[in-house]
């Protein structure tokens, strides 16, 4: 009646969908991510539906497995104040009815004011027991749950900590099983925290109702009951439908998502070929169906509420009409009638409610079970088994070891691997890349074992060892050191508890980090790792090294440790390792040849094997692999990292500019660094820089955005205000008919009353049938239209976005299809649902204010003045029924750290034995989280037990004033009790709005994301109107001292000072190894990037001046993978030019090598190449691109080593429509590695660490035998070397 959402036209009403959030839905395990290939085929959807099997749960009673009992006290107790909770509402009405029945009451005044007096009390004192009750049950279920859970983790997390690694290949090393496994317990506390105790509490209410209606009147409630299957048949097709037009919806979506993700995904060939319109339409054509179903559910939804609502009301007329027989023939009293009424709505809406939270028991289970799963995996051998060395001297041996990992078992790793490591002697291991060596640290750190042979330590087999003292022989320093999320005295005494400070402070001296961690304000107790201070690689490495350093090992596991370093920082990190390596057995793995010239012994690995082994001389005479491997490194001269701060690239720019052109470079830099320093080092200036240029959209704004839409939205609000205003009418009448029970001039009166009123409340059913249909049909066309407005805004502010912008991990196209998805759906939320239900409640509060104030306006402020302290209330109850163990999932984040740490840096933590650490760490933080929760649930229960408190006390003192208006004779008895119904009727309407408001402000906050897309202005403008736009371009091509780097790497300089002319007409060839810069040229030329400084000329002039629409129609361009939209042949080729013939269409495919084997097809140029072009080869795919840039007759051709993955059997026919191109007088800039393909062109640039080293004929440059270009073009040269550093997709 109060305080709750009655049904049947009585309660307020969710249109289309109010909470538009995706729901929070555990995720499998291995499945985290969408991709394209996630999108199933039109004609796979039958198949599929077929094979849907249910996931599999584990039995309700097994979600309190971990359960002990003091939690059984706790379920028990609060289960017990669930029940008096719950069936707080049924003794209320009780009480409602005995009000009711005041109505016969004769006597005076004074006694009548006693009566109602009393009454009121005994309402106070039920708002007792419900504020008692209510405290208890959430404080309870939040203990338990919370007692419950914390075992579930700590069980988790002793299982992680005792398997082996080939259970990590299994699940992952990157922390995402945490984060999953994490969010199935938080599952799992939701249902034990908040939906037991909810359905408990529903239930009784709906018992409680039950036994009320039955007790008062059996034959009411017969009566509801029998019309009871009715309501629901209507709800329940509506909802048939709905789930028929929902997947239809689903698919539609779907499709949507393919469009935009293929755009997305295909960025830089879209931006290639200018083809952004066309992107535009495909999508907002895509979108045209999601708009239909959207419309036709919020019709549907319409339909099925209104004759559900409308079936209600006259459900509630049949009710009140027998009960007039029931009165007339004296079988029942009037307030017997309608208590029974009114119970029945109760207990209809208690097992409603106690119904929604089977999907949340069923989502339990089925976390609960993949949880369990993965907690009955069989722990490793124990760590204390096996044998230890008296004294260890540190001789390693592998001696015939095979050994392939347990997760690639067809794949070997090493192969009969023969190595002999002397004690206390160094030996570094040098190959090239997928050689094996890397293989070896797992092995000697055993974290696994051979497959065959043996691994020895002093001639005894590793084996045979005891596990954990081994490891604590073996100091371990990899190229990514581990760091947790832990103060830098507990990361250098990672696993080693016993520690004492002096000791750590020693091993930082030796480190050479103890300067910099004193320097710190917080010194050792610096908090670092996820949530502290952001450190350098060579910082990170120095900590890693100290360390290893306090373990005092006999042998040190060096892995590649300064491969990400600068020169400066690597030749500081060098001499810490040369002094932690003497007198120790020591296994170096090195990239780089140069820093292992002065080691022991050098052992060369090739194909699993050791090959070559000797010193730095002996290999070098014996001009063998080794030596080969050398001269690579002398030659290859990879991108340099330069120190962090970028100084050096401020300082390169005044060297290689001058005047406004220096000043404009360093600018640039100084913007870089900013960004370099937000992005990477200082988190909280970076949620700083964030918040400054993110603002929430205003009211006004969003008013604007739904303008298009104002004849709906009037619609809408004519179907919504008649739907509200008619609830506080509906209680009127039920008043009247109430009154009409207790009339004293004769039955015939009474039945004509009786008769009378039940017939409008019937004829009211009609109205609101038709109110409620225009409320949701128009409200749903105005939310689906803004919907798919924002979606088109949102894609197509996407595609003005530069490509740096998608560089960056947060905007790759799984995130931006995921914000397409979502985003859209908040603005609508925030604005038409909302506006809807504020309609809807403002009529309802208007009608029952103008009601009111027309019967009694003392009573009726009296009842407004009890708004804030229901305000208050409603807040409250929203907040338990949405979730209140939402206010400590946030204390849970901190503890997962620990746990993610864990499995990301697992073969660390297993190679320092911190297992147990890391346990007790996680084990002190659930304590903490438990504290933290103890006081939470205190005070949300009191909270929430206070609302509800206010909710009866709120009722009582309108009940007082009622009877203190009729004691003075303001009103009449009959009068007053109607206008006290009204007010209990419409207490939900006047405190809706209030609420609505901190809902909008909290909803506008998820807004920010939308318009900042929306109104981002681009930096590289693609029409500007003052831009050239020449009628032809004669395709001169001039660098000019451009130096550049990628924005999400500013601190590898990919080009240096680099210089070039290509003339027009002029064929130029580019080649280097992979990361040398080459690919980076062709970027520039489409601008996909500016450079940092320096110019690029085209035809004389800077790109930067020309249309950026006009520059981009001048170049043709393929790229190194060739892009196939899921379209037709035709429309690919056609991509390039629109509107085409037929005849160019096939010229150009001729032209390609193209036109055979497309003509070949069933469906010739309208087959269909699928997904990616799944259905084409390599080489079909290649000859297609191919096609495209002969139909777009671009004056400049870019082809970035467009035959580098083609199949052997299509080189040919590839070649021979490459030969065309070349030919073709047109400007052309290759980027190729096959000699063969250079011999075609006119010049040949050899581009080696970001700057062009060589330059000439393919003959002339083959004939400087030492020279780069020769050493490239020799079999096997490059085979297996990798760039030091690697910026973004160069």
Known sequence: MFGWTPPHGVGPLTPVSENSEVPDSPLPYLDTTTSRRNFPEKNDDIEEEDEVIPPSAVPFTALFACADGFDWILIAVGSLAAVVHGASLAVYLHLFGKIIHLLSFHSNADELFNHFSQHALYIVYIGLAVFAAGWIEVWCWILTAERQTAVIRTKYVQVILNQNMSFFDAYGHNGDIVSQVLTDVQVIHCVLGEKVGNYVHNIATFLGGLVIAFVNCWQIALVALATGPIIVAAGALSDIYLHKFAESLQDAYVDAARVAEEALSNIRTLYAFTNEALAKYSYASSLHDTLKYGIIISLVQGLGLGFTYGLGMCSCALQLWVGGFLVTNGKSSGAEIVTAVF?????????????????????????????????????????????????????????????????????????????????????????????????????????????????????????????????????????????????????????????????????????????????????????????????????KIKISVARAVLLNPSIILLDEVTSKLDLEAEKSVQEVLRIIMLGRSTIMIARKLSLVKYVDLIAVMEGGQCVEMGTHDELISAHGLYSEILRCEEVVKL??????????????????????????????????????????????????????????????????????????AVLGSLGASIFGSFRPILAYVVGLIVTAYYRVDGSHNIKFDVNKWCLIISCMAIVILVATVLQHFYFGIMGEKMTERVRRMMFSAMLQRDVG?????????????????????????????????????????????????????????????????????????????????????????????????????????MAYCAGNEASRLYSLYLKKVYRRAFLHGMSIGFVFGFSRFLLFACNAVLLWYTAVSVRNGYIDLPTALREYIVFSFATFSLVEPFGLAVKFHKKRKNLVRVFDIIDHVPKIGLDESSALKPVTACGTIEFKNVNFCYPTSPEIMVLRDFSVKVDGGHTVGVVGVSGSGKSTLLSLILRFYDPVSGQILLD???????????????????????????????????????????????????????????????????????????????????????????????????????????????????????????????????????????????????????????????????????????????????????????????
């Open 343 to 539: 119970a029945m709505i109760l207990s209809g809406l208690g097992m409603n409610q106690a119904w929604a939270n089977l999907y949340s028991f069923e989502q339990g289970r089925i976390a609960a079970y993949r949880l369990y799963g993965v907690t009955r995996h069989s722990a490793s051998a124990a760590a204390s088994d096996g044998n230890t060395l008296v004294s260890v001297q540190g001789k390693i041996e592998f001696r015939n070891v095979y050994f392939s990992y347990p997760s690639c078992p067809v794949d070997p790793i090493l192969s009969g691997f023969y190595l002999t490591v002397p004690a206390k002697k160094t030996v570094a291991l040098v190959g090239r890349s997928g050689s094996g060596k890397s293989s070896l640290i797992p092995l000697l750190e055993r974290h696994y074992d051979p497959t065959l042979g043996e691994v020895l330590l002093d001639g005894v087999n590793t084996k045979s060892l005891k596990l954990e003292w081994f490891r604590r022989q073996i100091g371990l320093v990899t190229q990514e050191p581990a760091l947790t999320c832990l103060s830098i005295t507990d990361n250098i005494a990672y696993g080693r508890p016993n520690i004492t400070f002096k000791q750590i402070e020693e091993a930082a001296k030796i480190a050479h980090v103890h300067a910099f961690i004193n320097s710190l304000e917080n010194g050792y107790e610096t908090q670092v790792g996820k949530v502290g201070l952001e450190l350098t690689d060579e910082q």
């Open 1100 to 1290: 004389g002039k800077d790109l930067k001046h020309f249309n950026l629409r006009w520059l981009r129609n001048q170049l043709g361009f393929v790229q190194q993978e060739p892009v196939i939209f899921s379209t037709t042949i035709r429309e690919n080729i056609i991509y390039a030019r629109r509107h085409a013939s037929e005849t160019e269409i096939r010229d150009a495919a001729r032209i390609a090598n193209a036109h055979h084997f497309i003509s070949s097809l069933p469906q010739g140029y309208d087959t269909r190449v699928g997904p990616d072009g799944v259905d084409l080869t390599p080489g079909q795919k290649l000859r297609i691109a191919i096609a495209r840039v002969v139909l777009k007759n671009a004056p400049i051709l870019l082809l970035d080593e467009a035959d580098s993955t083609i199949e052997h059997e299509s080189r040919r026919v590839v070649q021979e429509a490459l030969d065309t191109l070349l030919i073709g007088g047109k400007t052309t800039i290759l980027v190729a590695r096959r000699a063969s393909m250079m011999r075609r062109v006119d010049k040949i640039l050899v581009v080696n660490g970001g700057q062009i080293v060589e330059q000439g004929t393919h003959d002339s440059l083959a004939a400087i035998k030492d020279g780069v270009y020769a050493k490239l073009t020799q079999p096997h040269f490059v085979k297996g070397l990798r760039p030091h550093f690697l910026g973004s997709r160069r």
């Open 639 to 712: 991108p340099v990292k330069l120190p962090s701060g970028n100084h050096n690239v401020m300082e390169l720019k005044a060297e290689n500019d001058s005047g406004n052109k220096t000043a404009l470079a360093m600018e640039k830099v100084d913007s870089l660094e900013m960004r370099s320093t937000a992005d990477h080092k200082d988190p909280q200036l970076k949620d700083k820089y964030k918040s400054k240029h993110q603002t929430s959209p205003s009211l006004g704004r969003l008013v604007k955005l739904n303008l298009p839409e104002w004849l709906y």
């Open 805 to 909: 912008w998608f560089d960056k991990d947060e905007n790759g196209s799984d995130n931006l299809l995921m914000n397409l998805a979502n985003d859209a759906t908040y603005v609508c939320a925030a604005f038409s649902n909302r506006l809807s239900i504020l309609v809807q409640d403002f009529c309802a509060a208007f009608a029952a204010i103008i009601i009111g104030f027309s019967l009694e306006w003392r009573l009726a402020l009296v009842a407004l003045a009890t708004i804030p302290f229901l305000t208050v209330s409603a807040a409250a109850q929203r907040t338990w029924l949405s979730g209140f163990s939402r206010g400590i999932e946030e204390l849970h984040k901190q503890a997962s750290l620990v746990l993610e740490d864990v499995v990301r840096n697992i073969s660390t933590v």
